[in-house]
């Protein structure tokens, strides 16, 4: 039985969108149903929805909502209002490149229609089979991921690249899911991912729920449990990853990667080729800095004293040369990656 995640993060239903809450998460799963692209772009930035393929999904049906919400009876009226809806959406989460690869689909899909109903229903017609691929992209990256870990394997991973990140499946989770349905025994250990919770709130929800072992660790924890050897293998997501193999992810991504190269522990990251960045280098990635109440309180209990600075990233860089491997739907990229990564893009086409 594929451990295929019940959990569907983002569908569209009637003509609305249904995703969801994952701010409830872990003690209650709650669906929220949108008819008003200005209340995705909101799920976006309050993280109701989060990681890069779901939110480059929640775009593209942030944008199919934006059109049918269109009163304009030309096809130049319709694409103005979309352009606007555009960039609402698209200022939500500046890092995470799907966003921007999903609302692009789709702007260039409704430029190719002639009349403003033809072009609603290319563009509904459109989102709805990225979220499909984003499930069959998941599966096939999982699958090459999967022959990278044997039997008995302990594999940590940070933040959460799972059913909840995507539109199912998961992308290092997905090659986790992989893995345990080739039939190894394998073990996950998760860190907590400060201040989001992420980890404790999605990654161990979501592989509890899927009946996966997994240990909740703190994230000062991470060297202590590759010192005395409780993990062999990492394997995280990416919200960005550049042609030279540097990798955008969660905060504290950068971290685990140093301490897994000092313990002699492969690390990868597991990305659809949506997430690539082939035009950017290091320099030019605006890293998104996210409000000091994210670290000063949990919920509504304060943890900090008034007034306090606050430096709050919500990513890190990791340089290619702490990385093992990149695991996509075209293939796993290894060192040098500015070749392995071209390679996979020439497969692709």
């Not at 000092?262 to 030019?284: C, E, R, W």
């Amino acid at each position: 039985m594929e451990s295929f995640s019940s959990l569907k993060t983002i569908e569209w239903k009637n003509n609305s969108v249904v995703m969801i809450d994952q701010t409830k998460l872990p003690t209650d799963l709650v669906y929220v149903t949108y008819t008003d692209y200005r209340d995705v772009a909101n799920a976006i930035k309050t993280l109701i929805i989060r990681g890069a393929p779901a939110i480059g999904v929640a775009g593209a049906f942030g944008l199919a909502l934006a059109s049918l919400q269109s009163k304009a009876e030309t096809k130049d009226n319709l694409i103005a209002d979309l352009e606007q809806a555009k960039k609402i959406l698209f200022e939500t989460r500046p890092t995470a490149v799907n966003l921007a690869w999903g609302l692009e689909q789709i702007m260039n899909v409704a430029k190719k229609g002639t009349t403003p109903s033809e072009i609603k229903e290319l563009i509904i017609q459109t989102a709805k089979i990225m979220a499909e691929d984003d499930i069959k992209t998941n599966m096939a990256m999982g699958k090459h991921g999967s022959e990278l870990f044997q039997n008995n394997d302990t594999i940590m991973t940070h933040c959460n690249a799972g059913s909840l990140a995507t539109v199912a499946y998961g992308t290092a989770l997905g090659v986790i899911r992989a893995t345990k349905d080739s039939g190894k025994n394998i073990k996950v250990i998760a860190t907590e991912t400060r201040p989001v919770q992420q980890g404790s709130r999605l990654t161990a929800f979501e592989l509890n729920h899927d009946g996966i072992d997994v240990s909740l660790i703190p994230d000062t924890a991470v060297g202590y449990t590759m010192a005395n050897r409780l993990v062999n293998k990492v394997v995280v997501g990416a919200d960005r990853i550049l042609r030279t193999g540097h990798v955008y992810n969660k905060i504290g991504t950068y971290q685990v990667a140093l301490m897994a190269k000092q313990h002699g522990i492969p690390f990868y990251v597991a990305a659809p080729l949506s997430t690539f960045d082939m035009k950017s280098n290091p320099q030019d990635v605006i890293i998104e800095q996210r409000k000091g109440t994210e670290v000063t309180q949990i919920g509504d209990k304060k943890t900090a004293p008034d007034g306090i600075k606050v430096i709050n990233p919500a990513f890190d860089m990791t340089p290619p040369e702490l990385i093992s491997g990149i695991i996509t739907e075209a293939g796993v990229a290894k060192p040098p990656y500015e070749k392995s990564i071209k390679k996979l893009f020439e497969a692709k086409k």
